[in-house]
């Protein structure tokens, strides 16, 4: 089975960074997309961010616009996302995802808590 392994969460207080990252394992053919969605508990999953393996197109949630940047390494389809200027509103599970072939795939997810 096709893992995403997650890491890099961890507690910050408002103002600080945190780099995430999510490296595929195992077989896994034809990544069009990876990116990173939230949740908090008893609340729908969100989008976070977005990008494309062809051309490193990413797209970003308005919420997160100006602080995050969401970013990939080429061979082994790892995907980062630097968490800028974080806000107590950002704490959050966060899941990597990837599209590969008309399939999804899920991290199993990374807490990050930031404290006022």
């Known amino acids: 089975q096709v893992q995403l392994v997650e890491s890099g969460g961890g507690l910050v207080q408002a103002g600080e960074s945190l780099r995430l990252s999510c490296r595929p394992s195992?077989?896994?053919?034809?990544?069009?997309?990876m990116g990173w969605y939230r949740q908090v508990p008893g609340k729908q999953r969100e989008l976070v961010a977005t990008?494309?393996?062809?051309?490193?197109?990413?797209n970003y949630a308005d919420s997160v616009k100006g602080r995050f940047t969401i970013s990939r390494e080429n061979v082994k389809n790892t995907v980062y996302l630097q968490m800028n200027s974080l806000k107590p509103e950002d704490t959050a599970v966060y899941y990597c995802?990837?599209?590969?072939?008309?399939?999804?795939?899920w991290g199993q997810g990374t807490q990050v808590t930031v404290s006022s």
């Open positions: 995802k990837a599209n590969a072939g008309g399939r999804f795939f």
């Open positions: 990008i494309t393996t062809l051309g490193s197109i990413s």
């Open positions: 195992g077989s896994i053919f034809s990544i069009d997309a």
